[in-house]
């Protein structure tokens, strides 16, 4: 998977979880810049897209994922394993 | 949630209902989503989609409130709970408390839940607090009595939730989370925390069972599914979890039932196919000695076992019936003759085997039974069965049974179709009076005329005032009659309770026996003031649907009269609010000798009725009063 469909995918599943059809994210995206993407539904993408990607994240990885791109790589790194 | 059909074009279908430009047909569709296997993602979508619709007009669906209090983080779970609730065609609106302040939104003067008035009301908690208070070394007293501070707590908050909102209570039990620390010796150890959970449950429980306050079994639930897909370590300590975001539709569901079961929503009688589903291979080809079943080989116990639970299910209180592509003469001679067949041609009520289509026979067995068709499960082995009747028949629960028969039994059961809130002697025989009903049925066809039906059938009615020991069977059919049910009014136990103790209101029950048996308490109906002096208002009238075209609604009328009278009342004054299921009633204050009074401009839709007693002559009808002997004392005068 590239980056970009990685992103692509975490679009979609982020873009569901929050009813926003158009929702596009960018590696430099912080979850502040999405209205709505509270704690709340940060716990539910993290486990979403662990789900879809078949990835696991450890805690203290979702706790200081600084932007999506942090999230993308981690993935990355994940499945090159 | 493997019993539901994988959705086949979620997004597509989604989106096509939201397009609907009928806000009833766009309820209607997105409703339809709610019976596929979503997971928590689409769970949520759906959610949301519903939230977005205008509810009123949807006469169909039934509005309920809920109010979530926990000791943790519950919001995720509002999701669950609303398309679970969509899928018995309840709009269920949820009220969470705020975080950890159960205690709180209960026992302050200015509660929130004062003008919210919740119907039911959840308490969920989890056990961190009392496992922080009972030390690992702890003696068993220590022990039993950290527990028995926790239970006289949750005593207490019941007691006064049901006071001060009158709501239905809800005690989830408490998960089991902790880890072992003694191992095996834990269900020895009276400190370790796995043991104090263990009988903090049995005590919770217990309480609970007192109080006819009514239980989610998560602690259960967690143990069938493997705690671990429950309880996400991370996810509690990232946000106070206890259950997973992914179980949310799994948790929507169990509690739903319990919520649902409350409101008459829970299947009555299971419809089995026969071939390859209460036995292995197709009796018409390979004949009854060729047939796997039974002891002897897996796939003959599979069979069996299947068979078993239906027995079971029989023996309390779900009525059997079989619906089956097959010679009825082959079909019969094998629950006559085969040796291995546990079910017995007693076992069923209603037994269809032709070359029909099954849609339209599962029609006439509810028709048989008198029962709505969405009391209904039918469950096949055949994909394209199963496909048709979902195809036509919405209202039927079709659990997705997987191809291996060994896992059969697993799917049914964890569909939990007939989850129940109490459980009475009546509920007991209900399956044998379903089967007495399906031959009163028949006695119905051949006699001659329906007033030889009737005559034939030896009637007496029993009543008298609701006592104590009615009270529970009351408050069950109070809450789950919808069909005859002209005001579908609900009452918690303790409001019935203390309604009956009012003297300004009378409370009546009525039993139901024939030469065939006791049909058991069928119709209760509640008089109260109105406002109108000597004015009675009969503000709930309820009658199973077993008993319907006997009669009873004319006597029971007769009866009321009578009581109306004797307290002085000139008038009798009857409600009809229409709902999606209550059609039936629509003309009975006509029917019994009622005017009705709403001015013709009126465009409300209930109507009122008012029946003079001055002028009242008792309908004729071929049923005998007996007095109940426990209430002796309320015989009119």
Not at chain 2, 100 to 113: I, K, M
Request: glycine letters at 6%; a negative charge; aromatic letters at 6%.
């Amino acid at each position: 998977m590239t980056d970009h469909e990685v992103l692509d995918t975490l679009s979609r599943i982020l873009g569901e979880l929050l009813s926003a059809d158009s929702l596009e994210l960018t590696m430099e995206t912080r979850r502040s810049d999405v209205p709505g993407w509270d704690s709340f539904n940060y716990i539910n993408f993290i486990v979403a897209v662990e789900q879809e990607l078949r990835v696991k994240f450890g805690l203290a990885e979702i706790e200081s994922f600084e932007n999506v791109g942090a999230i993308v790589k981690q993935i990355q790194r994940a499945k090159a394993r | 949630m493997q019993w539901l059909p994988l959705p086949t074009d979620f997004r597509g279908d989604l989106r096509a209902a939201l397009a609907q430009v009928d806000a009833v047909a766009r309820l209607e569709q997105l409703s339809s989503l709610s019976n596929r296997r979503l997971d928590f993602v689409q769970t949520i979508q759906l959610d949301q989609a519903v939230r977005r619709q205008a509810t009123e007009g949807a006469a169909t669906f039934q509005p309920l409130k809920l109010a979530l209090l926990a000791s943790h983080t519950v919001e995720h779970l509002v999701s669950g709970i609303t398309v679970a609730g969509l899928r018995r065609r309840l709009l269920i609106q949820t009220y969470v408390a705020p975080y950890g302040q159960y205690r709180q939104t209960v026992l302050a003067n200015d509660s929130p839940l004062l003008s919210y008035r919740p119907d039911f009301l959840l308490f969920s908690l989890s056990p961190q607090q009392l496992l922080a208070s009972v030390p690992s070394t702890a003696s068993s007293q220590d022990a039993a009595a950290a527990v028995s501070e926790t239970v006289d707590m949750l005593k207490l908050l019941w007691t006064e939730a049901r006071e001060r909102y009158g709501a239905t209570i809800v005690q989830q039990t408490f998960m089991n989370v902790a880890e072992p620390l003694f191992g095996s010796y834990d269900r020895i150890a009276a400190g370790a925390p796995v043991n104090v959970i263990a009988r903090l449950n049995d005590r919770v429980v217990e309480a609970a069972a007192e109080q006819a306050v009514s239980v989610l079994d998560i602690a259960r639930q967690t143990e069938r599914d493997g705690l671990d897909s429950w309880f996400d370590r991370a996810r509690w300590l990232q946000g106070k979890l206890e259950v997973s975001p992914v179980m949310v539709p799994a948790y929507g569901e169990i509690l739903v039932r319990v919520i649902g079961a409350h409101r008459g929503l829970a299947k009555k009688c299971l419809v089995l196919d026969l071939d390859n589903t209460l036995w292995g291979g197709v009796v018409g080809d390979v004949g009854q000695e060729g047939l796997v079943l039974g002891e002897g080989s897996g796939t003959g116990e599979a069979y069996l076992a299947l068979q078993r639970y239906a027995k079971q299910l029989r023996d309390r209180g779900v009525v059997l019936a079989v619906c089956s592509k097959n010679d009825p003469t082959i079909a019969h001679t094998v629950f006559r003759d085969h040796p291995e067949m546990l079910l017995k041609p007693s076992d069923i009520a209603v037994f269809v085997a032709n070359w029909e289509d099954k849609a339209s026979n599962l029609v006439q067995i509810a028709e048989r039974l008198n029962i709505g068709i969405d009391s209904l499960v039918f469950v096949d082995d055949n994909p394209a069965e199963r496909a048709r009747v979902r195809e036509s028949l919405p209202m039927v629960a079709v659990p997705e049974l997987p191809d291996d028969p060994s896992q059969y039994v697993r799917c049914l059961a964890d569909a939990g179709y007939f989850e129940a809130i109490a459980y009475t002697a009546e509920d007991a025989q209900r399956a044998q009076q379903y089967a007495m009903n399906a031959s009163r049925e028949t006695l119905r066809l051949s006699a001659d005329s329906l007033d030889g039906f009737l005559k034939g059938l030896e009637m007496n009615v029993a009543y008298g005032v609701v006592g104590r020991v009615d009270l529970q069977r009351v408050a069950q059919l109070v809450n789950k009659t919808n069909q005859f049910n002209p005001t579908t009014k609900r009452y918690s136990l303790q409001e019935i309770t203390e309604l009956t103790a009012d003297e300004k209101c009378v409370a009546l029950q009525f039993r139901l026996l024939d030469r065939l048996g006791d049909n058991g308490l069928v119709s209760v109906m509640i008089l109260k003031p109105s406002n109108t002096p000597a004015v009675l208002e009969v503000d709930t009238w309820v009658m199973s649907c077993r008993v319907f075209g006997r009669q009873l609604e004319m006597e029971a009328m007769n009866i009321a009269a009578e009581i109306a009278r004797a307290r002085g009342a000139t008038s009798l004054r009857g409600t009809y609010m229409p709902t999606a299921k209550n059609g039936v009633v629509k003309d009975l204050y006509a029917k019994l000798g009622f005017v009705q009074v709403d001015q013709l401009s009126s465009t409300q839709q209930a109507t009122h009725w008012l029946l003079p007693l001055d002028s009242y002559a008792p309908h004729q009808t071929f049923i005998t009063r007996r007095l109940s002997v426990a209430t002796a004392e309320t015989e009119p005068a």
